[in-house]
């Protein structure tokens, strides 16, 4: 009702006033491509943002602009669908997040936007299966941390070629500043800490035509981690800054990442306060959750002296790690995603989020853990597990997805880590990055834990995830070399998990 009211309300704007617009210089406005996103059985939304000047603030007029758009059954828009106009808006940044709906379950779709005489790429997007039917097959390309200076975006040509149903995005879309070694192009400006820095920064990232391809491939699911503001944050507490400037940075980065995600309104921020942890399903095959481990999180446990963020601590030097009224996702998220686990159903039960939930720290002498991940939340994560463990076979085998670490990563997740002869609740992979650079001191742990069956950090790439009612396999998806923009990729290693049972298996 709402999508509806929204559409039909855009005309009459368009008719109280605004006038088609000239942009600067001429220039046409969809430098950033298109996209799409929360795929539903009737709808999904369509993205796009008039930029004919992206990298100094977009170039738009201080006005409202109309925005036409299509949508078709065919990539030649011969059979179109729906059609209409919307406003993008100059406090928008000139974005469109258009919330369709009257569209047919498990179809594939075709999409253009026009303005100002000039016609956007056709994206191709498709819609989920309607609840109560299990279809045959779902692709996912499980996708993280893409810090433009460290390497080319081929990871995304990639995914667009293998034609995915959806892409899972988990973090780090952009990163606020610059750091790396042997960088192969430039930010091109300074740390983002303004709205207008936010913006060009994500511009700089939309720009490149190989994220524009995956983009425009299919449909995806985006949260956030941390580099879409600044370095292990958390909650109000940035490495150097707190309370009120800390806030303030946070509102305009959240606005911007709203504004170039094709997200519904629904998650548009408020201040420095925006909603994305949410649901969704492909049919009977797959639910997801969608988490934000970010916003609402208690502090990082025990804080080096004069700053915030994250630290390496054992558990005998910090006695917060252990304590149980700390949270990860904040207390009413952490409700949300217990009370839905509970009521879960269909095959895949799939937990989309941002940080590694295996624990590392393993092995010989006592266990030293980064606090910026689940380790730091140990009393949260074990509620979270023994709530997995609770669940009917039938009520989905769970999954969790994750980034951050710039490493792939495949675990088996428990209760608890040291009794490795209980059962396995859930299978964790975690994509490594599309180019971030890794730290090799993670790498060298993983096989200390004996519930951590694989890792490796010494390649950059994605993860391919196809689910059947049967299986589960997930495919690691490695790039040759970063920094060659036409780089190969080839699959590292395969790994299947059995409906029903949660634990590894060669794929
Ligand atoms: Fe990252
Ligand atoms: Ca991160």
Known sequence: MKRRTLLLAAPALALAGALPARAAGGRQPFTLGVASGEPAPNGVVLWTRLAPDPLRGGGMPDEPVPVDWVIAEDERLRRPVRSGRVMALPEEAHSIHLELDGLQPDRWYFYRFTTMGEASPVGRTRTAPAPGTTSRSLNIAVASCQQYEQGFFAAHRHIADSSPDLVAFLGDYIYEASW??????????????????????????????????????????????????????????????????????????????????????????????ARIFRRAAFGDLAEFHVLDDRQYRDPHACQLAGRGGAARVTEAECGALMDPARSLLGAEQEAWLTEGLRRGRGRWTLILQQTRMARLGGGQGAPVYWTDGWDGYQPARRRLLETLAERRPEQGTPLVLGGDIHAFLAAELRPDFDRPETPSVAVEFVATSVTSQSNARYAAQYPRDPHIAFGDASRRGWLALRLTPEAALAEMRALADVTDASTPAETLRRFAVEAGQPRLRPG
């Open 180 to 273: 790396g070694r042997n960088l192969v192009r430039s930010h091109g400006g300074p740390t983002a800490r303004t709205l207008e820095d936010y913006r060009n920064r994500y511009a700089l990232y939309r720009a490149d035509a190989d994220l524009q391809a995956a983009h425009a491939a299919c449909p995806w699911l985006v949260t956030w981690d941390d580099h879409e503001v600044s370095n292990d944050y958390g909650g109000e507490i940035g490495e150097r800054e707190r309370g009120e400037p800390f806030l303030a940075r946070r509102a305009a980065a959240y606005q911007a990442f709203w504004e170039h995600m094709p997200l519904p309104r629904s998650a548009k921020p408020q201040g420095p306060n």
